[in-house]
């Protein structure tokens, strides 16, 4: 199911539509509108709480956009200029507006009554007003399913001993995409090379920075404690909903993948089907 509403909520940060959103609001630049449109449901925070709950940011990296975006755009503006963004580029995909409507029905369902403890970005985009239109709805409720897997991910990741860095860096060691994910969450090469130290110290790396079977043991018990945490969404729809939801959500994810998405992104999706590693 992460495959398929990932890709809806990653609109957000990819389709020229948000882009263009959030730089009519005042955040020129990618990197404004991403964390201003991802935090603005706390409200106007500071770095603190952005980099704790992101996770795989570094500090300073976080720091250079918050809390000033904020002096660009209160954090109102920019709910209305995501949401705006996102409904745009879902409309130009040109879906089904019947699959739409009930997929987003299913969606919105998945989601009603989840209880947000301990799942702060989930929580805070929970207490948001539900959008009038489908392709709002449907975007919405995928946010929601999206930030409540990544907390329970981040506290899954935090149970291996992992850090932010940390994480990344085992990512990139596992399927070669350190290219990617070391200019696209700020770490430096002496902050990569001390945690690839501590990976190694874990036995998580071995001598040549190889992952090693410790590792991927170990990384197994993440994914599963992260699928475990992410079931309560589903549990509310039961089987048949579930698998309705799928087939609904299956041609729009990949059509958004092939439209916006590029092949080597920083959140982690597979191929798609028919494709290239």
Do not use: C, K
């Amino acid at each position: 199911m992460w495959t398929l509403f990932e890709p809806v909520h990653a609109v957000t940060y990819f389709a020229p539509q948000a882009r263009a959103a959030f730089e009519a609001a005042g955040l020129r630049g990618f990197w404004r509108g991403y964390f201003a449109g991802r935090s603005a449901p706390l409200g106007p925070t500071g770095p603190g709480p952005v980099y704790a709950t992101f996770f795989g940011f570094q500090p300073a990296m976080v720091a250079r956009a918050l809390p000033d975006v904020w002096q660009r755009a209160a954090p109102g503006e920019v709910l209305q200029a995501r949401l705006h963004g996102a409904r745009a580029a879902l409309g130009d995909l040109d879906a089904d507006p019947d699959a739409l409507v009930r997929a987003a029905r299913l969606a919105r369902r998945a989601t009603e009554g989840l209880d947000p403890a301990g799942r702060t970005l989930a929580a805070a985009n929970l207490d948001l007003p539900w959008p009038a239109d489908p392709a709002g709805t449907l975007w919405q409720a995928s946010t929601i399913l999206r930030e409540h897997r990544g907390d329970g991910h981040v506290a899954a990741l935090l149970t291996a001993g992992l850090d932010g860095v940390g994480a990344v860096v085992w990512r990139a060691a596992r399927d070669g995409t350190r290219a990617v994910l070391q200019p696209a969450r700020g770490w430096t090469d002496e902050q990569w090379a001390a945690a690839t130290g501590r990976l190694a110290a874990q036995g998580w790396l071995d001598a040549a920075g190889a992952v090693t079977g410790t590792a991927r043991d170990a990384y197994a018990e993440v994914e599963r404690i992260t699928d475990e945490l992410a079931t309560a969404p589903w549990r509310r729809l039961g089987t048949t909903e579930r698998a309705e939801l799928a087939a609904l959500l299956t041609p729009l994810a990949h059509a958004v993948r092939r439209r916006y998405l590029p092949d080597a992104n920083p959140i982690g999706l597979p191929p798609l089907p028919g494709t290239a590693a």
